[in-house]
């Protein structure tokens, strides 16, 4: 059976740092294109980074840029976001997704492209 647990998200200050986790189990984490979103309420799913198969590159939203770090590891089967420099507007639940699409493809920031969800942690940064 195919699943992703996340964990990590908590409440934290502005400029500080938390590192989300998403263990994946029934399949292997490196063959797909993997991606993180976020949501706040009343908003839509917005993509905040992806890791393709066809050259592993990594794809980050603009509002993260320079302050996300997205990572797998093959070996534990986990994938990471290390977010650092935090700021109030990073508040929402994070998803981690994957795409049951084989052979080398680049990563998509649409979340309609992938198929498996994790169950969502809350982040939230406030004084």
């Known amino acids: 059976q195919l699943q992703l647990v996340e964990s990590g998200g908590g409440l934290v200050q502005p400029g500080g740092s938390l590192r989300l986790s998403c263990a994946a189990s029934g399949f292997t984490l490196g063959s797909y294109p993997i991606a993180w979103f976020r949501q706040v309420p009343g908003q839509g799913r917005e993509g905040v980074s992806c890791?393709?198969?066809?050259?592993?590159?990594?794809t980050y939203g603009d509002s993260v840029k320079g302050r996300f770090t997205m990572s797998r590891d093959n070996a534990e089967n986990t994938m990471y976001l290390q977010m650092n420099s935090l700021k109030a507007e990073d508040t929402a639940v994070y998803y981690c997704?994957?795409?049951?699409?084989?052979?080398?493809?680049?990563?998509?920031?649409?979340?309609?492209?992938?198929?498996?969800w994790g169950q969502g942690t809350q982040v939230t940064v406030s004084s």
């Open positions: 997704a994957v795409a049951e699409r084989l052979g080398p493809v680049p990563c998509d920031m649409r979340h309609r492209w992938y198929d498996y």
């Open positions: 890791i393709g198969t066809s050259d592993g590159s990594t």
